[in-house]
């Protein structure tokens, strides 16, 4: 039996519901704390989104078709900044795709940071995997360029196709990240603060984090600290400290606070990767849970077909496409009281569920009303 075991929690979903099964049984007593700077920003940061245009280049045959016209008409710009004249109704190239290329960046990065940016396919390309992303400008929602991007392209995946008919992918090809791929070229302007107001705000905004975080200031300092709402902290420079060097002094003291935050019950879902997170508070209500799975399988055989001897018949290959459905019986789950999910995910990993179906379970429980958490869909 402990065999069996050990096999089942080696799958995928087994690894999945075994780090859910750790997260609810190890000990709660020493509960994680945070510095006050992780969880906040100060008033004077900003952050703003970049978007940019690019072709990357490189793919193994599974670039854009010769009907996407601006990839081949931004080819041809391209070639003709380098002093080559091409007409972009004549190329006829599959290892380039273009790409909208986003990130988002703040204030604290400064001219000649690096960072990560991701890229995404805009045309019929079939996957990225191998490319590289050509230096491509990126500009906020002003339309100012604050940085440029280029380098290798990771998806995390593959995608190999044999033929027309068979060929095998493992998790999503057409977006992808490129480490370190963005460099700051025109960095933000920080807002300049109040001499005498300092306002932290929290980066995922919770009024009992928000009055702990006001106390904790309070207890190391005295009277500083006040919560505004949820998401903002109100902290007063006392004249003893308003001088610059000791209101630098005092915000970096501030900033290496420990505090414990709430915790919101959220369960957050990639559908892309098949990847499941959730927070220890998940609750689900009494619920019957029945779920099947039905399979399509095609199989595409070439048959050749030989003309007679001395005939004037030419060999034909064609193909024979057999397709196959299997309807699995519906396996079903009934929670008669209110459980945690770890109560669920040893349920689910006894029924053999993969990553896919606990996605679908999930998500037909947010709608059913029994899944009491915060549903996020990436």
């Not at 990553?355 to 429980?365: N, T």
């Amino acid at each position: 039996m402990l065999e069996n075991l050990h096999a089942r929690l080696l799958t995928p979903c087994g690894l999945i519901i075994m780090l859910m099964i750790f997260a609810f049984f190890c000990p709660q007593a020493d509960a994680a704390k945070v510095r006050i700077k992780d969880l906040c920003t100060f008033q004077n940061k900003q952050e703003t989104d970049l978007i940019g245009y690019g072709l990357v280049i490189g793919l193994d045959g599974s670039g854009d078709g010769n009907g996407t016209q601006f990839t081949m008409q931004s080819l041809a710009n391209m070639m003709e900044r380098m002093g080559l004249q091409v007409e972009p109704n004549k190329l006829k190239v599959k290892n380039i795709a273009a790409v909208m290329v986003t990130a988002r960046i703040s204030s604290d990065l400064s001219e000649g940071t690096y960072f990560d940016v991701t890229v995404s396919s805009i045309g019929d390309a079939n996957s990225l995997q191998g490319g590289i992303l050509l230096i491509t400008q990126l500009a906020g929602p002003d339309g100012v360029v604050r940085a440029v991007a280029q380098g290798s392209v990771s998806i995390g995946g593959f995608n190999v196709q044999v033929d027309e008919g068979n060929k095998i992918v493992n998790n999503y090809t057409l977006v992808g990240r490129v480490p370190n791929g963005g460099k700051i070229s025109r960095p933000l302007q920080t807002v300049p603060g109040s001499d005498k107001v300092v306002l932290l705000t929290l980066s995922e905004p919770d009024i009992t984090t928000a009055q702990r975080v006001a106390s904790r200031i309070n207890l190391e300092y005295g009277d500083y600290a006040s919560p505004v709402d949820g998401g903002t902290i109100q902290v007063t420079i006392h004249d003893t400290i308003a001088e610059p060097t000791r209101r630098m002094r005092f915000l970096s003291d501030l900033g290496q606070l420990t505090v414990e935050p709430d915790q919101i019950a959220k369960v957050v879902i990639n559908e892309r990767t098949g990847t499941i997170v959730a927070g220890q508070n998940v609750i689900i209500e009494p619920v019957a849970i029945a779920h099947g799975t039905i399979t399509v399988s095609i199989d595409s055989r070439p048959v050749i077909s030989q003309p007679d001897g001395f005939s004037k018949g030419e060999t034909v290959v064609t193909k024979d496409t057999e397709v196959t459905v299997n309807a699995e019986k519906a396996r079903v789950i009934e929670l008669e009281s209110v459980v945690k999910l770890s109560d669920v995910a040893a349920a689910l990993n006894k029924i053999g569920a993969t990553p896919r179906d606990i996605v679908a379970i999930f998500q037909a429980l947010k709608q059913a009303g029994a899944l009491r958490s915060e549903l996020v869909i990436m």
